[in-house]
């Protein structure tokens, strides 16, 4: 696997690649199995795989994880030959902001997805997909993949993402892959490894809670937001702070209000999304399905 953290060699190398199909995974390395199984399904579906390992300052919060996030770049390499990336890229804060903070002017250009940005997660972490849409389009600027392969975990994200591609006419195939889960249902996260024994025994019950949700919503027989409240305060039982628990339309991320309705849709795909904490941690997941039958 080669190895570039300048943009200039890293761009001289992928134009000898011409008519070769390149697929792109941006990540924040620490990576798991959730991050490999993007890297095989992009070795699947092209030629030649470029995996980034770059934690974005712009996406963290004030009072977030950024100075504490998990970092293992040495068994990243390993994790990542052994999955078949091609090249790696690993840029640093000067490289893809230059002279960040210095500017007199409001600062540099940055990507603004209004609306579906301040909904779910963005309610409770404004400017964050800003920053994850920012440099996401830096990144497909400096790589230019034929296609880019993002987890289904962070679906307000690939949602954001597929919408900001179409917006800005990036010619690139966003492909979303399925979530990946420990033995016990827990989604995988990098996040998972600042869970205490007790936490991790608990967070489970998350991915539990949403099938439950799920199964009420299929049998239509309730009100959505009654149904919500009942998982809400089955995660609160046993020690969430749940942000949300909602669902939504797949296409829009609009809220669902009557099943009826939704069911009217005919094809409509929806999804049951929900973010919420054990202790400091914020996790997330979520189930997209078909409409009600
Ligand atoms: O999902 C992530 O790891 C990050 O948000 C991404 C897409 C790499 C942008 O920093």
Redesign the pocket.
């Known amino acids: 696997m080669q190895q570039f953290s300048e943009i200039e060699p890293l761009r001289a190398e992928l134009k000898t690649l011409a008519g070769v199909k390149v697929a792109f995974v941006?990540?924040?390395g620490s990576l798991h199995a959730g991050h490999l199984a993007l890297v095989r399904r992009a070795r699947e579906l092209a030629d030649f795989v470029v995996v980034?390992i770059?934690v974005?300052p712009t996406?963290f919060g004030k009072g977030e994880d950024f100075s504490t996030y998990p970092k293992s770049l040495v068994q990243d390499i390993l994790k990542l030959e052994e999955a078949g990336a091609d090249l790696l890229f690993t840029p640093s804060d000067e490289v893809i902001y230059p002279g960040r903070g210095e500017s007199s002017d409001g600062g540099s250009c940055r990507v603004e997805l209004p609306a579906v940005s301040e909904v779910l997660c963005g309610e409770s972490r404004p400017g964050h997909f800003s920053g994850?849409a920012t440099?996401?389009a830096k990144l497909f600027n400096i790589v230019m993949p034929d296609i880019s392969l993002?987890?289904e975990k962070?679906f307000q994200?690939l949602h954001i993402?597929r919408r900001m591609v179409a917006d800005l006419n990036f010619p690139i195939e966003i492909v979303g892959v399925s979530t990946v889960r420990d033995s016990d249902g827990l989604a995988l996260s990098s996040r998972n490894e600042y869970l205490t024994l007790e936490q991790r025994s608990v967070a489970p019950e998350l991915y539990r809670v949403l099938c439950w949700v799920v199964g009420e919503v299929k049998q239509a027989e309730r009100a959505v937001a009654e149904i919500e409240q009942d998982g809400v305060d089955m995660l609160q039982r046993v020690g969430f702070e749940v942000d949300y628990l909602s669902l939504r339309f797949v296409n829009s991320l609009a809220s669902v209000v009557h099943l009826n309705s939704a069911a009217q849709y005919g094809k409509e795909e929806l999804v049951l999304l929900v973010a919420a904490k054990l202790g400091s941690t914020r996790l997330l997941d979520n189930i997209h399905f078909d409409t009600i039958s």
């Open positions: 941006p990540t924040m980034s770059y974005n996406q994850v440099v996401v993002f987890g962070d994200q993402i």
